[in-house]
């Protein structure tokens, strides 16, 4: 697909109750990203992104949990459900096909790919959609993009919305984390956690902290019991997957 400048991406059609890109200036589409990511409101961001490199549908995949049973790892998307569950088979062998090295090659780079021929697709849509890989601290994401027959999209502008989802995300996890930090776990306990998916034991974590070991099997027992966890390992995995070690 040939790719040039924004000036020259086509019109898509604009939905309704949309909160449209295309009407607002720079600042204030920037001010609308920013409230929508601190309140949490993925879908509202990931809209006006949408609409700001001139396409129609969005799909956003958080690859840590890719390997998780079901569609999880989709974090907010408006494709049509059974395209959805069309292209998560697909993400997870394509995902698990892929080195590091290719992984840390492709962030922030568009790739354009073909959707399956058997994939029902929305009218006038696409069957190639483009695929953009970012980080979020040590989280990758990637966000999917359908677009229009005959559409052409802008490449500068592309890597402009995986730098600006990443912010929106970003925003959100803060928010997330602060509230984790001020009202479950305490900073001893999130000491301990941070010891023990560094694979520390508790005679070693006491050594380190000062305190007995007794104490941190206290302070361990009482962050799977706030976390909901029955083991070690499931308490590393939470704090993995909430960005708290």
Known sequence: MELRGAENM????????????KNIGREQFLRKLSTSGS???????????TEYVGASHYLLARYDLIQEHGLDFIVASNW?????RRIGAELVRGYGRSTEIEKCLSLLTPQFALLPDDATLPPHISRQYCSLM????????S????????????????????????????????????AERDFELT?????????????KTSDEIA?????????????ITSVMRKTAT??????????VRNNLV
């Open 143 to 178: 966000v999917m993009l359908l677009f229009d027959d005959g559409l052409i999209l802008s490449q500068d502008r592309l890597r402009e919305v995986g730098v600006l989802a990443a912010y929106v995300l970003s925003l959100g996890d803060r928010r997330e984390m602060r």
């Open 134 to 141: 970012f980080c979020v601290g040590r989280t990758r994401f």
């Open 10 to 21: 086509g019109e898509t059609r604009p939905r309704a109750g949309s909160v449209s890109s």
């Open 207 to 219: 050594v380190i902290l000062g305190i007995s070991r007794n104490t941190i099997n206290n302070y």
């Open 39 to 49: 309140a949490g409101n993925i879908q509202t961001a990931m809209c006006l992104l």
């Open 80 to 84: 049509p459900f059974d395209l959805v």
């Open 230 to 239: 029955k083991t070690r390992s499931e308490a590393i995995a939470y704090a």
């Open 187 to 199: 900073d001893r306990e999130l000491e301990c956690l941070f010891w023990i998916a560094e694979g």
